[in-house]
């Protein structure tokens, strides 16, 4: 049960700091190794490109909240849905990306997260991107 409880809390601040912009908290919760792969493009990325990735949404999304999150843990993971939502900074648009992540987790650490959701709902993130 205490393996649960570290998973749960290390998920929370996982998605606390990427609400709140931490970037660094977020890129240190994942192993130097981790493997980050998404649906859209079925590519594995690093926790760098993750963070850089992160940056550049921190940037042009404000009031960020993972809201309706549903977080199930496992032995040596979580799962967790949730609807990403936000306000863009060019224009103040609204913003939401419903998406599922499966990640593992070794000693305290993100190894691998699998992240699961539909491209239309990226483009009106990244609609002001090169703005």
């Given at each position: 049960m205490a393996e649960q409880d570290d998973i749960r809390a290390m998920a929370q601040?996982?998605?606390?700091?990427?609400e709140a912009g931490d970037i660094e908290t977020m890129r240190e919760s994942f192993t130097?190794?981790?493997?980050?792969?998404?649906?859209?493009?079925?590519?594995?990325?690093?926790?760098?490109?993750?963070?850089?990735?992160?940056?550049g949404m921190v940037a042009r999304i404000k009031d960020?909240?993972?809201a309706d999150r549903r977080l199930t843990t496992f032995p040596g993971g979580f799962v967790q849905q949730h609807v990403l939502?936000?306000?863009r900074v060019h224009d103040d648009g609204e913003v939401r990306l419903p998406c599922a992540i499966v990640c593992k987790v070794e000693n305290g650490k993100i190894t691998r997260l699998d992240e699961y959701f539909d491209s239309?709902?990226?483009?009106?993130?990244?609609k002001f991107a090169a703005a």
């Open positions: 601040r996982f998605f606390d700091a990427i130097p190794d981790a493997e980050i792969w998404h649906n859209t493009d079925e590519l594995i990325v690093t926790r760098d490109d993750t963070a850089q990735t992160l940056t960020r909240k993972y939502t936000g306000k239309a709902h990226v483009a009106e993130f990244r």
